[in-house]
């Protein structure tokens, strides 16, 4: 079994990038890139830290993502699990990667860059969301922008209504962590999580 080492074997193994593709990656938040991120409700967020890499969903009404400006973005942090995965390694090493998605279309916007958590009510005002303020925010100073083409989603066929699966399809997410630890009622846990989701999302 060959193990690529390095780029240049890696390279070997695929075309060159087209003269377009190397082009389209910019460094401003165009209005093309605005008007996409107005209109997503979710994202995935890369993060690395000292314990390795992770990615984080991320999701509000559409445009829940504040663009400051044709550089910055502005991402509030609202309720979760509280285990501080993403904020802390921003905390150790700032540079992370996001992807935004808009149900029913295939492309895809990725935003690379450089991120920082700010607390300050006055930043984060605008972010309230059901009259409660982010607990905080990630300013994110823009590197790279570009548009992803499709192909992933149309491979994926994530969009079709069809290929939905249905909620009987798989467990609760309760009765999984239930099963996972051991020692918790799964319906009691199940139970709790619908509660969280019905009043703790914001």
Not at 83 to 99: F, H, I, K, Q, R
Not at 121 to 142: D, E, F
Request: charged share 25%; proline share 7%; with cysteine.
């Amino acid at each position: 079994m060959a193990i690529i080492e390095s780029e240049t074997e890696l390279r070997q193994c695929y075309d060159e990038p087209s003269a377009i593709v190397q082009q389209k990656i910019q460094s401003r938040l165009d209005k093309h890139a605005r008007a996409f991120i107005a209109l997503s409700p979710f994202l995935a967020l890369a993060s690395h830290g000292p314990k390795g890499s992770d990615c984080s969903p991320r999701g509000d009404a559409p445009g829940f993502v504040a663009v400051l400006d044709d550089s910055t973005l502005l991402l509030p942090d609202r309720r979760g699990n509280n285990l501080l995965d993403t904020l802390s390694n921003v905390v150790a090493e700032p540079d992370v990667g996001l992807l935004f998605l808009v149900p029913g279309l295939n492309e895809t916007l990725r935003v690379n860059g450089t991120a920082e958590i700010v607390t300050d009510p006055a930043i984060l005002a605008p972010l309230a969301a059901q009259g409660k303020l982010p607990s905080s925010a990630l300013r994110i100073s823009v590197r790279e922008v570009y548009f992803q083409c499709g192909k992933a989603m149309i491979r994926s066929d994530l969009w079709n209504p069809e290929k939905r699966v249905p909620r009987s399809g798989f467990p609760g997410l309760g009765r999984v962590i239930a099963e996972q630890i051991g020692g918790i009622d799964p319906d009691a846990a199940q139970a709790n999580l619908e509660d969280s989701y019905r009043t703790r999302l914001y």
